[in-house]
């Protein structure tokens, strides 16, 4: 019988493990949020948001999503919280990017994970769960000065994305940085910008 491998404590997996406490460490919340868009004719984009019905960022424009819930993948929970949250299911989701800067929700430390789908059913949407509404905003992307403005609009609210684009280190794929976002909440004018960009890239 092989001997059981021990670390440089004297201990065996089986031995570590038991005496292993994930409350001794602290840990985030892992969320999703995914970027829904829809393309017209001339390549007209459109943007799922969702109006937050309750705090924290009560009455801003965000992207659908949430909580991960245990026993649950993150593609999952992207999926369940889709369908909760507007109505629309049967989409093909890809990842867009981790999300983890340490302030960027004011409940604590949590990690998003962003996913991507490009709606090509013509999926009506219905706001539930949490969520006040639910609409398709109009994007519309100009650059001035090296930076790139993503104007998100449906009916008389205007949104926006203001960023600078800068090459992934090793893919070359566009990733915006220096975010500024207007009436968005969380970091979700990044995680658009990312999304925007990745889709744009994706097309060319």
Same mark, same amino acid.
């Given at each position: 019988?092989?001997?059981?491998?021990?670390? %440089?404590?004297?201990?065996?997996?089986?031995? +570590?493990?038991?005496?292993?406490?994930?409350?001794?460490?602290?840990?985030?919340?892992?969320?999703? $949020?995914?970027?829904?868009?829809?393309?017209?004719?001339?390549?007209?984009?459109?943007?799922?948001?969702?109006?937050?019905?309750?705090?924290?960022?009560?009455?801003?424009?965000?992207?659908?999503?949430?909580?991960?819930?245990?026993?649950?993948?993150?593609?999952?929970?992207?999926?369940?919280?889709?369908?909760?949250?507007?109505?629309?299911?049967?989409?093909?989701?890809?990842?867009?990017?981790?999300?983890?800067?340490?302030?960027?929700?004011?409940?604590?430390?949590?990690?998003?994970?962003?996913?991507?789908?490009?709606?090509?059913?013509?999926?009506?949407?219905? !706001?539930?769960?949490?969520?006040?509404?639910?609409?398709?905003?109009?994007?519309?992307?100009?650059? $001035?000065?090296?930076?790139?403005?993503?104007?998100?609009?449906?009916?008389?609210?205007?949104?926006?994305?203001? +960023?600078?684009?800068?090459?992934?280190?090793?893919?070359?794929?566009?990733?915006?940085?220096?975010?500024?976002?207007?009436?968005?909440?969380? $970091?979700?004018?990044?995680?658009?910008?990312? !999304?925007?960009?990745?889709?744009?890239?994706?097309? %060319?």
């Amino acid at each position: 019988m092989t001997e059981s491998l021990r670390d %440089k404590n004297g201990l065996t997996e089986e031995e +570590f493990l038991a005496g292993y406490s994930p409350k001794n460490y602290p840990r985030p919340s892992l969320t999703v $949020d995914n970027c829904i868009f829809r393309v017209g004719p001339n390549d007209a984009l459109k943007l799922l948001l969702v109006r937050r019905g309750g705090h924290p960022f009560l009455g801003c424009w965000a992207l659908p999503g949430g909580f991960v819930s245990p026993g649950e993948t993150a593609l999952e929970a992207s999926q369940r919280e889709l369908l909760e949250e507007t109505g629309i299911t049967g989409l093909s989701l890809e990842p867009v990017g981790l999300y983890s800067a340490p302030n960027r929700d004011p409940r604590g430390w949590t990690v998003s994970e962003a996913h991507i789908a490009v709606d090509s059913i013509g999926a009506t949407a219905h !706001a539930g769960d949490d969520a006040a509404a639910a609409e398709w905003f109009d994007v519309a992307s100009n650059e $001035d000065n090296g930076r790139t403005r993503l104007s998100l609009t449906a009916g008389d609210v205007t949104l926006a994305s203001d +960023f600078s684009i800068q090459p992934a280190p090793v893919t070359g794929i566009p990733r915006s940085r220096d975010v500024h976002g207007k009436g968005l909440a969380f $970091d979700h004018a990044q995680i658009i910008a990312d !999304a925007w960009l990745l889709l744009v890239y994706a097309r %060319k």
